[in-house]
């Protein structure tokens, strides 16, 4: 059974502050690793992708993978109250279905 | 230009009724997926479909019916269904699905939500 693990939150930061969301996962065959916002009542939206060990910044927010050790985190700087949202990560194991398989998401709160 | 759009925002239906939810993209993709998100909880895959062909069905029941009619259009027809597939229903599609091969970025569209009395 192929599972990726978050922590439910809510993550609780202060406005300015770093947020820090991690998923674990569990099959080391996995290509493929994306993190998704999603604010409630509406729908994913892609924030990261990430292929290779090591970290890919886009703006505020950081990727970091390390497959050895079946990890990935998100992280945001200088955190907005708009930047609070339930974060999923979704990893993509490729093989015969090739499909994402997604965290349960970790609600972000980021105190004004 | 990643967008997916979603037709109706909202759908109540009967039991009874027979309905359809619309999927559109013009990014080129290929491959088209749709899913299910019930609250709080993540998107659940139900299909893939991959250059107009039905590629993945996750065991959904079968008053769920999807139809590609070409490679910009999916639908998802819906008949005799039960209180509980109550749900926000995701399309996203992808620039390609290989069974086998290296994953693609999905993009969402903005759901229809869905309830079923």
């Known amino acids: 059974q192929k599972e990726v693990e978050q922590n439910s939150g809510p993550l609780s930061v202060p406005e300015g502050a770093i947020a820090s969301l991690n998923c674990t996962y569990s099959?080391?065959?996995?290509?493929?690793f994306f993190w998704y916002r999603q604010y409630s009542g509406k729908s994913p939206e892609l924030i990261m992708s990430?292929?290779?060990?090591g970290d890919k910044e886009d703006g505020r927010f950081t990727a970091q993978l390390n497959k050895a050790s079946q990890y990935v985190s998100l992280l945001i700087r200088d955190s907005q109250p708009s930047d609070s949202a339930t974060y999923l990560c979704?990893?993509?194991?490729?093989?015969?279905?090739?499909?994402?398989?997604f965290g349960t998401g970790t609600l972000l709160a980021v105190q004004p | 230009d990643t967008e997916v759009t979603q037709t109706p925002k909202h759908l109540v239906m009967g039991m009874t009724n027979k309905k359809s939810l619309k999927c559109e993209q013009h990014?080129?993709?290929?491959?088209m997926y749709w899913y299910k998100q019930k609250a709080k909880k993540p998107p659940e895959l139900m299909f893939v479909?991959?250059?107009?062909?039905?590629?993945i069905n996750e065991s959904v029941p079968s008053r769920f019916s999807p139809e590609c009619p070409n490679s910009s259009l999916l639908n998802l027809h819906l008949h005799a269904l039960q209180p509980e597939d109550s749900a926000l229903y995701l399309c996203?599609?992808?620039?390609?699905?290989?069974?086998?091969?290296?994953?693609?970025?999905?993009?969402f569209g903005p759901g229809t939500r869905l309830t079923v009395l």
């Open positions: 996203a599609s992808s620039h390609r699905f290989v069974a086998g091969g290296f994953p693609d970025t999905q993009y």
């Open positions: 099959d080391r065959v996995s290509q493929s």
């Open positions: 990430i292929y290779s060990n």
């Open positions: 979704a990893v993509s194991y490729g093989g015969a279905t090739n499909k994402l398989i």
């Open positions: 990014m080129g993709h290929r491959a």
């Open positions: 479909y991959s250059y107009e062909k039905l590629s």
